[in-house]
């Protein structure tokens, strides 16, 4: 049974180009969030989908959106690259919250 | 407010030594759920485990080890015998929230360095 893929996983982009993630979450998880980890730091949260609908936000700028798709992957693009976007982005997939989430490997982005 | 405590930054045991990862949390909900996630230097972050509000139920696996607290809200992660492969850093996490409106809210971690 796949857990939670992600791609790519590594990916080098320049300051003010537009970045799309991509997430395929564990089979029978209905809901995915997204995190941003900049380094030594604890992830933060972005934005959670479920039924194909954002339920949740961090304080994120509209510069970061996403989408969830009938299959329940999920993609996060992030529009006008900052240096500061640099971070490990990763996805979780989760069935309710009693069960927790499942992680994937994440995408290391860095911006030059 | 919920929020998530995580005090020590950082830790340093020589191998074989027990260590103790403190967690304190704070939430209005009845019901919620804590977790401890370990990550690697790899990057990926893998579940530990996960206790419900209701269950203050210690819990042994195999070198870790988890005392529940209600009354002074912890949920602190004991290893014993310390390993190199240890080494990492772990997070203490909260799920609270009603049906799909729920999220994760992180301590900001310990890093664990085990030295041989």
């Known amino acids: 049974d796949a857990g939670v893929t992600q791609s790519p996983t590594h990916l080098i982009k320049t300051r003010g180009q537009q970045v799309t993630l991509r997430c395929s979450p564990k089979?029978?998880?209905?809901?995915v969030s997204w995190y941003q980890q900049a380094l030594g730091q604890g992830p933060q949260f972005i934005f959670q989908y479920y039924e194909e609908e954002e339920r949740q936000r961090g304080n994120f700028p509209d510069r970061f959106s996403g989408h969830q798709f009938p299959n329940y992957s999920s993609e996060l693009n992030v529009n006008a690259l900052l240096l500061g976007d640099s971070a490990l982005y990763l996805c979780a997939s989760s069935l309710s919250r009693s069960s927790g989430y499942t992680f994937g490997s994440g995408t290391r982005l860095t911006v030059v | 407010a919920q929020k998530v405590t995580q005090a020590q930054t950082e830790i340093s045991v020589v191998e074989k030594e027990d260590v103790t990862l403190d967690c304190v949390y704070e939430?209005?909900?009845?019901?919620?759920?804590l977790f401890w996630y370990k990550q690697p230097p790899s990057g990926e972050l893998v579940f530990l485990i996960r206790?419900?509000?209701?269950d203050e139920q210690n819990e042994i696996s195999g070198r870790y080890s988890w005392n529940f607290q209600k009354s002074t809200s912890s949920f602190n992660f004991t290893i014993t015998a310390s390993q190199v492969v240890d080494s990492a850093v772990y997070f203490c996490?909260?799920?609270?929230?009603?049906?799909?409106?729920?999220?994760?809210?992180w301590g900001a971690g310990t890093k664990l360095i085990i030295k041989p």
């Open positions: 089979s029978g998880h209905d809901t």
């Open positions: 996490a909260l799920i609270q929230g009603r049906d799909s409106n729920y999220q994760l809210i």
């Open positions: 939430t209005r909900d009845t019901t919620y759920y």
């Open positions: 206790r419900n509000s209701f």
